[in-house]
C-alpha cells in the first residue's frame, strides 16, 4: 500500500514544498481510489474463484485420481476410456456462490485448493472445497442411485476390525472401499480415548439428497460416511436461514487419517458439517 503520510527520502521535503494545492487534491483523490480498490479486491478475488479456476495441475490430478474412468483432458472436454465427452467448462461464466453448488461444472468442482494437513481454523466466507458436485460427472464414476445403480458396487468394510467389527457398506469403485478400509486401520491404532468419536459410525451409503436441496448427497453414490453425531456440528442446525458460528470437536488426529488416504473433510468447509468425510482422491492429489 502507498504509505503518502510517512514518505521518506532525502529530498522528500523539497519535492513536498512545491506540490500545489491541486496535485495534493489529485494525490488526496488518487489515495482514496486506491483504498477502495484494495477494499474491493477481496470480494473479487472471492467472486473469481467462485467462479472456478481449475487449472492445468488440477484437471490432472482429476484424471490421475481416477485412472480407470478417465483418460485426458482435450481441449474444453474431458474425455473417458469409453469415449464419453464432458464439457469442462459450461460456459455459463462467473456464478454465484448458490449457482456454483447448484450448477457446477467440472471446472467448478476443483476451483478451491482443500487446505489437507492444515491448522483448524474457521474457513473464511463461502469456502468450500470440494461442496459443489457435478451430478452427471459422479453418477458416472459411481452410478446413479436413483436409478438402482449404486448398490451392486457396494462392499462391506470391517470398521475398527482389533477394535470394534462393525460392517459398513462402501462404494467399491475407483479405490473408495479399499481406501476407507485402510482409514479403519489407521484410526484402530489412536489409543482408546479417541473411540468416542469412532463408535458408531453414523452412515455410510444411502440414496438421499442434501438437506435443503434436491441435489444427491455424496452418501448417494456411496462414498461418504459420517462418524461422532454426539461430537458433531452442522452450520444449519441453529436453524433455517441462520447459520452458527463455526465449531468443531473432531480431533486432529482423525481428520489426518482420513486425509491421507484421499478423503476430504466437512469441517473445512463454511458450511461446516463436522461428522461428514467423503472419497475426494483429485482433491488430495492422490
Request: glycine residues 10%.
Amino acid at each position: 500500500m502507498v504509505k503518502h503520510s510517512n514518505f521518506v527520502c532525502d529530498q522528500s521535503l523539497a519535492v513536498l514544498t512545491f506540490v500545489s494545492l491541486e496535485m495534493r487534491g489529485i494525490l488526496a483523490l488518487s489515495a482514496a481510489l486506491l483504498w477502495v480498490g484494495l477494499a474491493a479486491a477481496p470480494v473479487r478475488a472471492e467472486a473469481a474463484l467462485v467462479a472456478g479456476t481449475g487449472s492445468l495441475g488440477g484437471f490432472s490430478r482429476l484424471v490421475a485420481a481416477y485412472p480407470q474412468a478417465l483418460d485426458r483432458i482435450e481441449g474444453n472436454d474431458l474425455i473417458w476410456r469409453d469415449g464419453t465427452r464432458m464439457a469442462v467448462d459450461d460456459g455459463l461464466g462467473p456464478k454465484s456462490h448458490a449457482d456454483w453448488l447448484a450448477l457446477p461444472d467440472i471446472k467448478d468442482m476443483l476451483a478451491f485448493a482443500y487446505p489437507a494437513g492444515k491448522p483448524f481454523l474457521a474457513p473464511a466466507p463461502d469456502f468450500d472445497p470440494g461442496r459443489a458436485r457435478n451430478g452427471a460427472f459422479f453418477d458416472k464414476l459411481y452410478g446413479a442411485c436413483r436409478s438402482g445403480e449404486v448398490e451392486g458396487s457396494l462392499v462391506t468394510v470391517v470398521w475398527l476390525p482389533k477394535k470394534y467389527g462393525k460392517r459398513i457398506a462402501f462404494s467399491s469403485r475407483h479405490g473408495a472401499a479399499e481406501r476407507l478400509a485402510a482409514v479403519s486401520a489407521r484410526l484402530d491404532e489412536l489409543p482408546a480415548s479417541f473411540d468416542v468419536y469412532l463408535k458408531p459410525p453414523a452412515g455410510t451409503y444411502n440414496c438421499r439428497v442434501i438437506a435443503g436441496t434436491d441435489r444427491v448427497s455424496a452418501h448417494g453414490h456411496g462414498i461418504a460416511i459420517d462418524i461422532a453425531t454426539k461430537h458433531a456440528h452442522y452450520w444449519r442446525w441453529p436453524g433455517a436461514g441462520v447459520p452458527a458460528a463455526y465449531r468443531n470437536e473432531i480431533p486432529v488426529e482423525i481428520v489426518a487419517a482420513f486425509e491421507a488416504e484421499g478423503f476430504i473433510w466437512g469441517g473445512r468447509w463454511s458450511h461446516y458439517d463436522t461428522m461428514h468425510f467423503e472419497y475426494r482422491p483429485e482433491l488430495l492429489g492422490r
